[in-house]
Structure formats: structure tokens, C-alpha cells
T-cell receptor, first 114, second 111 residues
């Protein structure tokens, strides 16, 4: 597609429920990144994909968080048993190489855990 | 460990004032440097980037940044801001593949 598409744009969930966030990167972009943006915290790296593999999962906050990417394209970030501290904007970005030309970001998914 | 510091968290300026936003980074190797901007209600957009060569880089909308290697700095500047520059600005450093972002600076320009 023309840009990075994320869905849903907003998600309100009850504490303890599981959520799935979707990212559709720019066609042909091999690298895909997930970040979390919390108020006053800047952008926190979560995970990076090169193709379908995830060489770096070091930013995932806990084992409740997981992500996968299929077909070298769409990625899903799953948060199990959501907690209130998971509330944030989850951003996806893609790039044509290892980020050297700058990421293209999606609009994000605003997750609110109540 | 890599880190990025943006010392100005909130900046308020009048239109036509000059802008300089500070960015310092910590990384023990060659880096690529970026500034991103997030306008209200919009997604992050690349403002400018530095890979190598001329340390003074020019970006969109009249912004520029200067890489000073000895100071580990990459400050963003604009000679005369406009109301439409009201946004949040993020500095980022790339060492290997991932970007490390600063906490952002919220700029408000008064008309």
C-alpha cells in the first residue's frame, strides 16, 4: 500500500482480556518495527522483524507480549491478559532496508485498558 | 547502551522567533541521526536525517540540523517558526538497525 496501515486505530479493552493489533507495512518493505509511545516516555522499541523472523525481541516488556509476521508482510502484536500499564499508542514502522533511509510510521493504535 | 536526550520538554515561542531544540546521544560507534515530527492528530513524519558528509543537513519546511561529533549533538534549528510548526519533535539515533528515540519536545507556536 501507499503507507503503513494499522488497525484498529483505537481499542478499549477490559483488564485481563487479550488484544491483537495489526500492521500492514508498505509493500516491499522487508523490515518492520513495533514501538510503544506512552505519555512522557518517548518511543520505546518493542520488536524488529526482518522478513518473517524477529532477530530482536529485546524490547517486549513481558511474556504477555508477542508478535508475528507472515508472508513478509502483515504483522500482529498480541498482548495477553492486558494490564492498565499497557495503555499506550502502539506504533508500527517499516523500511526498505535496515532502517537506513528512515522509517515510515503508521498512525498507531491507541490502546486503553480499563 | 545507546541513549538519546532531549533536554527541552516543552517550548513556547511566538511566530517569527528562532528555534533550537537540543539533542544529545550516547553511542560508541558510527550513527545515523534523525529528527521526526508529529503534528497534532497525525503520524510521525521524517523531518531530516544525517548519515555522513556535510554535518549541516537541511530538511523539509525550512528545518535544519547540525551534527557536532565532538559534542555528540544533533540540534534542530529553524530561523523563523510559524504557527503551523506546533508539534512534537523527536530526535532518534540509529546504531545498527533499530532507532532509539528521545522523549520528545512539545513545541507550541503562538500566533
Amino acid at each position: 500500500g501507499a503507507g503503513v496501515s494499522q488497525s484498529p486505530s483505537n481499542k478499549v479493552t477490559e483488564k485481563g482480556k487479550d488484544v491483537e493489533l495489526r500492521c500492514d507495512p508498505i509493500s516491499g518493505h522487508t523490515a518492520l518495527y513495533w514501538y510503544r509511545q506512552s505519555l512522557g516516555q518517548g518511543l520505546e522499541f518493542l520488536i524488529y522483524f526482518q522478513g518473517n523472523s524477529a532477530p530482536d525481541k529485546s524490547g517486549l516488556p513481558s511474556d504477555r507480549f508477542s508478535a508475528e509476521r507472515t508472508g513478509g508482510s502483515v504483522s500482529t502484536l498480541t498482548i495477553q491478559r492486558t494490564q492498565q500499564e499497557d495503555s499506550a499508542v502502539y506504533l508500527c514502522a517499516s523500511s526498505s532496508s535496515l532502517g537506513g533511509q528512515g522509517y515510515t510510521f503508521g498512525s498507531g493504535t491507541r490502546l486503553t485498558v480499563v | 547502551a545507546q541513549s538519546v536526550s532531549q533536554h527541552n520538554h516543552h517550548v513556547i515561542l511566538s511566530e517569527a522567533a528562532s528555534l533550537e531544540l537540543g539533542c544529545n546521544y550516547s553511542y560508541g560507534g558510527t550513527v545515523n541521526l534523525f529528527w521526526y515530527v508529529q503534528y497534532p492528530g497525525q503520524h510521525l513524519q521524517l523531518l531530516l536525517k544525517y548519515f555522513s558528509g556535510d554535518p549541516l543537513v537541511k530538511g523539509i519546511k525550512g528545518f535544519e540540523a547540525e551534527f557536532i561529533k565532538s559534542k555528540f549533538s544533533f540540534n534542530l534549528r529553524k530561523p523563523s517558526v510559524q504557527w503551523s510548526d506546533t508539534a512534537e519533535y523527536f530526535c532518534a539515533v540509529q546504531g545498527t538497525y533499530k532507532y532509539i528515540f528521545g522523549t520528545g519536545t512539545r513545541l507550541k507556536v503562538l500566533a
